[in-house]
């Protein structure tokens, strides 16, 4: 069963904190996404990654950044939080390679976060 | 623009009826698209997806091109039915997922 975990399920943090949000799977997946989920906006991509160091910035890319130094971890990060940026921060993974089910994506259980 | 639209936020129906989730999507290349589901206390996962073809606890979704559509359906609806549902468009030959902005499917006993 594939397992993605992330550090924390829920965050309060101060306006101008930096914030790291970090997100580890255990098997062995290229591929790796961070996703916000806000209620009317449904999911929408920050920031992808396809390979340790590897980095795209996806649809809303605008104060956050990424780190990819091993292939299990991909962290997310809040350089200087807003109150904007209060949401529900989902991390996935996919494997990278040709099977029947390899376009999906396995999604950790969330890290709410609350910017005060 | 590549958009997924999914015009109800709320559907609620009682036990035994039938359900079916809008999911319109606007795609200019070849589109592959999922649903995902959310039950509450519980992470996002794959329902289904079109390429399959398949019907997963009794649900079924057609890819209509002419109407870009990929609709949900269940005849029968249950109450473990209950969660949020997200219909999502893969650009083609990337990873990106783009995902509607969900609707919740409320189901009374």
């Known amino acids: 069963d594939v397992k993605v975990t992330q550090s924390s399920r829920y965050l309060v943090k101060r306006t101008g904190e930096k914030v790291f949000l970090e997100c580890v799977q255990d098997?062995?997946?290229?591929?790796m996404f961070w996703y916000r989920q806000d209620p009317g906006l449904g999911l929408r991509l920050i920031y992808f990654?396809?390979?340790?160091?590897?980095?795209e910035k996806g649809d809303i890319p605008e104060g956050y950044s990424v780190s990819r130094e091993k292939k299990e971890r991909f962290s997310l990060i809040l350089e200087s939080a807003s109150t904007n940026q209060t949401s529900m921060y989902l991390c996935?993974?996919?494997?990278?390679?040709?099977?029947?089910?390899?376009?999906?994506?396995?999604f950790g259980p969330g890290t709410r976060l609350t910017v005060t | 623009a590549q958009r997924v639209t999914q015009p109800e936020k709320l559907l609620s129906v009682f036990k035994g009826a039938p359900v079916e989730l809008k999911c319109n999507y606007s795609?200019?290349?070849?589109?592959?698209l999922f649903w995902y589901v959310q039950y509450s206390r519980q992470r996002l996962q794959l329902l289904l997806r079109?390429?399959s073809r398949e019907s997963i606890k009794g649900f079924t979704a057609d890819l209509n091109k002419g109407e870009t559509s990929f609709h949900l359906k269940k005849p029968f609806a249950q109450e473990e039915d209950s969660a949020m549902y997200y219909c999502?468009?893969?650009?083609?030959?990337?990873?990106?997922?783009?995902f509607g902005t969900g609707t919740r499917l409320q189901v009374f006993p």
């Open positions: 996935a993974s996919r494997l990278d390679r040709g099977s029947d089910r390899s376009y999906e994506q396995y």
């Open positions: 098997m062995d997946h290229e591929n």
């Open positions: 990654s396809y390979d340790v160091k590897m980095k």
């Open positions: 795609y200019s290349g070849s589109p592959e």
């Open positions: 079109h390429i």
């Open positions: 999502a468009l893969r650009i083609w030959d990337t990873d990106k997922l783009i």
